[in-house]
């Protein structure tokens, strides 16, 4: 896709987890459609910096900011780094997130923990701290429409129950809710707030799912339109919910799946 480099020209956003996977796609198609860049990382730190040398050789702003989302502390210090290289934020993408897979009655509440302490208290703090200054600052017409946007990064399993992952699944429900709620109190602030989900999405996260060629087989059973999706794909969405184009979009869930979650196994079932 031909990204415009004027359609989020002078907006400041942050990544979170943005050092791989759908969160680099997302801090690169950013950056190509013209917003300066925070690219959050936990423990890559080369491959951060490497994104941040991309997008300033390609004429594009970006910094690399070191942060566990999941640490009030840090994800605090991160956006007082942000504010103070940028001036202000416009965008937070809340894409950090990780897996701990485990049989039910063997999980462990170290697991149990981890996850919802990224995947969900990491959203929460993200997109507290991004509120504050959106209110703080309110709404720069000649940048945006919205006073600020939210974009968390769900998953199909907000929907779709998953055996052998309930500390994530769990995790992801709870983003809906959070998500729906944070964007009815702040709605007439002017700041908009919204999720993609994310289906079977070629990433580190779930390797072993596609690459082999049975596996692959395996999971085109679960996906209608019968390929697995490229980290572009989510790009491409959140460049859109990021921008005035989605202007009156708030409290969404758009689900960037191929179909998974228009439930395969009755096509000929049931
Ligand atoms: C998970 C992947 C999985 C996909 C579809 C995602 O949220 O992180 O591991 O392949 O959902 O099940």
Redesign the pocket.
């Known amino acids: 896709m031909a990204y415009s480099p004027y359609l989020l020209k002078g907006q400041k956003a942050l990544v979170t987890g943005a050092s791989s996977g759908i969160g680099e796609a997302i801090a690169r198609s950013l950056a190509s459609s013209g917003a300066s860049v925070v690219v959050n990382y936990h423990s890559e730190a080369e491959a951060a910096h490497k994104i941040v040398n991309d997008i300033q050789a390609a004429n594009g702003e970006a910094i690399a900011i070191q942060a566990d989302v999941s640490k009030e502390e840090e994800v605090k210090a991160m956006f007082s780094k942000t504010l103070q290289h940028f001036g202000t934020i416009d965008i937070l993408v809340n894409n950090a997130?990780l897996?701990k897979d485990s049989p039910f009655v063997d999980m462990t509440l170290e697991q149990w923990n981890a996850v919802i302490g990224i995947n969900l208290t990491g959203q929460f703090l993200c997109a507290r701290e991004a509120a504050k200054e959106f209110l703080r600052r309110g709404v720069q017409p000649q940048i945006s429409s919205a006073a600020g946007k939210i974009i968390c990064i769900?998953?199909?399993?907000e929907v779709?129950p998953?055996s052998g992952?309930v500390n994530?699944a769990a995790s992801?429900g709870g983003i809906n809710m959070m998500m729906r709620s944070i964007a009815q109190e702040l709605a007439p602030h002017k700041i908009r707030v919204n999720s993609i989900?994310?289906?079977?999405?070629k990433?580190p996260?779930?390797q072993s799912?596609?690459d082999t060629p049975q596996a692959e087989a395996k999971?085109l059973q679960?996906i209608p339109a019968k390929r697995v999706g490229e980290v572009e794909d989510i790009g491409k969405v959140a460049v859109w919910l990021a921008s005035d184009d989605s202007d009156y979009v708030n409290g969404a869930t758009l689900f960037v799946?191929g179909g998974?979650t228009l439930y395969p196994g009755f096509t000929a079932n049931g």
């Open positions: 997130g897996q769900s998953s199909v399993h779709i998953w992952h994530y992801k989900a994310p289906g079977a999405i990433t996260i779930n799912a596609w999971l679960l799946d998974m």
